[in-house]
């Protein structure tokens, strides 16, 4: 058995809304634990009724059936409740909860069952999206095994995303084996495919923000770095705020006919004068990913990569530093200096740091840049001598 009880992932927003879905899940249950009222039920085999796609998310079949989910709300509610605010998550967990149960009650084929009803396909929905937001953040679980006449228990913590893995997986595998008949594990892995939609569209459009740990992100980006907090502690905004941040920015641009790449560069500089590192990187990089042609001014791009090398966020420097090399009509040797000094000196990539110094020739520099060279190739090399392994893959311009 495991039972996850907590997470390391950064918590924003106090999670109201979860806990009062695991109050409103125990209230039903004490008012009809007998299920008399089953026109709340999912009812399969007997037409299309949309209002039973949201009541039956909130009824349980017995105590086990209610305490395993509301374990489990808990610990991925607390994520996407942290990440969305009150509103958000309830929105999410009541959308992906009717987003299932409207696809068994029309689609699946019924079977023996008559009805169906739980908080696990809105839970396994929860959980597709820590997977994506959330996926190098480890749950702290609690696992009970017994045989042999022994209990054992240990508290091991599991990376959410091979936790999420697992679970939506085998309950997918089970479903596919049912040949997609009404059953539990198929209402839990389309709850997980309606988290999955939804995960990706939110990042899409830049409704909730991951600071650069979501699972594109890391997959695009590489898996080298740590965990790290905001640079500057500010309040993270709730869905429902950046959802009114974004049509009110849009009615101002469309009522002053701005362009949209004046707005967006005046908002990066605005992150940088105020010294909020990350709210630049999260607002640069979600502008790249939903307009790659935008390019900030070399100015901007270089107060950038200075403030990110401040904070010694290495692998989002040099993917800035190797968009403003790759994009700049007159880049600064410098930049491309400094390119190679965190790739060899803090990522440990002799390789890729040689090569980006086979475009700095010495003949092009001053006495100082051509020492500092010489000195990084050096490096390099004893790296290399010393035996250190790198995959030999050119750096990702962010």
């Given at each position: 058995m495991?039972?996850?009880?907590?997470t390391?992932?950064?918590?924003?927003?106090?999670?109201?809304a979860t806990?009062?879905?695991?109050?409103?899940?125990v209230a039903?249950?004490?008012?009809?634990?007998?299920?008399?009222?089953?026109e709340?039920?999912?009812?399969?085999?007997?037409?299309?009724?949309?209002?039973?796609?949201?009541?039956?998310i909130?009824?349980?079949?017995?105590?086990?059936?209610?305490l395993?989910?509301?374990?489990?709300?808990?610990?991925?509610g607390?994520?996407?409740?942290?990440?969305?605010g009150?509103?958000?998550?309830?929105?999410?967990?009541?959308?992906?909860?009717?987003?299932?149960s409207?696809?068994i009650q029309m689609?699946?084929?019924?079977?023996?069952?008559?009805?169906?009803?739980?908080?696990?396909?809105s839970?396994y929905?929860?959980?597709?999206?820590?997977?994506?937001?959330?996926?190098?953040n480890?749950?702290?679980?609690l696992?009970?095994l017994?045989?042999?006449?022994?209990?054992?228990?240990?508290?091991?913590?599991?990376?959410?995303?091979?936790?999420?893995?697992?679970?939506?997986?085998?309950?997918?595998?089970i479903?596919?084996?049912?040949?997609?008949?009404?059953?539990?594990?198929?209402?839990?892995?389309?709850?997980?495919?309606?988290g999955?939609i939804?995960?990706?569209?939110?990042?899409?459009?830049?409704?909730?923000?991951?600071?650069?740990?979501?699972?594109?992100?890391?997959?695009?980006?590489?898996?080298?770095g740590?965990?790290h907090?905001?640079?500057?502690?500010?309040?993270?905004?709730?869905?429902v705020?950046r959802?009114?941040?974004?049509?009110?920015k849009?009615k101002k641009?469309?009522?002053?006919?701005?362009?949209p790449?004046?707005?967006?560069?005046?908002?990066?500089?605005?992150?940088?004068?105020?010294d909020?590192t990350?709210?630049?990187?999260?607002?640069?990089?979600?502008?790249?990913r939903?307009?790659?042609?935008?390019r900030?001014p070399?100015p901007?791009?270089?107060?950038?990569?200075?403030?990110?090398?401040?904070?010694?966020?290495?692998?989002?420097?040099?993917g800035?530093?190797?968009?403003?090399?790759?994009?700049?009509?007159?880049?600064?040797?410098?930049i491309?200096?400094?390119?190679?000094?965190?790739?060899?000196?803090?990522?440990e990539?002799?390789?890729?740091?040689?090569?980006?110094?086979?475009?700095l020739?010495?003949?092009?520099?001053?006495?100082?840049?051509?020492?500092g060279r010489?000195?990084?190739?050096?490096m390099a090399?004893?790296?290399?001598?010393?035996?250190?392994?790198?995959?030999d893959d050119?750096?990702?311009?962010?």
């Open positions: 495991i039972i996850p009880w907590g390391d992932a950064p918590i924003y927003h106090r999670p109201i806990i009062g879905v695991m109050i409103a899940c039903a249950f004490a008012v009809d634990p007998r299920h008399e009222h089953t709340y039920l999912l009812a399969l085999g007997d037409g299309v009724h949309p209002l039973q796609w949201v009541t039956n909130f009824l349980h079949g017995d105590v086990m059936h209610l395993g989910n509301l374990l489990f709300l808990w610990a991925f607390i994520i996407v409740e942290g990440k969305l009150a509103i958000g998550f309830l929105a999410v967990f009541v959308a992906m909860g009717t987003f299932q409207a696809l689609f699946a084929d019924p079977g023996h069952s008559r009805y169906m009803l739980g908080a696990s396909g839970i929905g929860l959980m597709a999206l820590c997977m994506i937001w959330a996926p190098r480890d749950l702290y679980c696992v009970i017994s045989g042999f006449m022994r209990l054992l228990v240990f508290q091991p913590e599991i990376p959410i995303l091979w936790f999420s893995v697992f679970y939506i997986a085998w309950e997918v595998m479903a596919g084996l049912l040949s997609l008949s009404a059953s539990s594990s198929l209402a839990h892995a389309t709850g997980a495919l309606g999955v939804l995960g990706l569209l939110l990042l899409k459009l830049d409704l909730v923000d991951c600071e650069g740990w979501d699972l594109l992100s890391r997959m695009k980006h590489g898996k080298t740590t965990m907090r905001p640079t500057k502690k500010r309040p993270q905004r709730s869905l705020e959802v009114q941040k974004k049509v009110t849009a641009a469309r009522a002053a006919g701005e362009d790449d004046v707005v967006a560069l005046r908002t990066l500089r605005a992150h940088l004068d105020a909020e990350e709210a630049a990187m999260g607002f640069y990089r979600a502008m790249r939903k307009r790659p042609s935008w900030p070399d901007e791009r270089v107060d950038l990569i200075k403030a990110l090398v401040a904070v010694q966020q290495w692998e989002d420097a040099a800035v530093m190797q968009a403003y090399l790759d994009e700049s009509r007159l880049p600064a040797p410098k491309r200096l400094k390119l190679a000094e965190v790739l060899i000196r803090r990522l990539r002799p390789v890729a740091g040689l090569r980006i110094l086979e475009r020739p010495v003949s092009d520099l001053p006495a100082n840049l051509a020492e010489r000195k990084l190739v050096a090399q004893h790296l290399q001598d010393e035996g250190t392994l790198e995959l050119p750096v990702q311009a962010i």
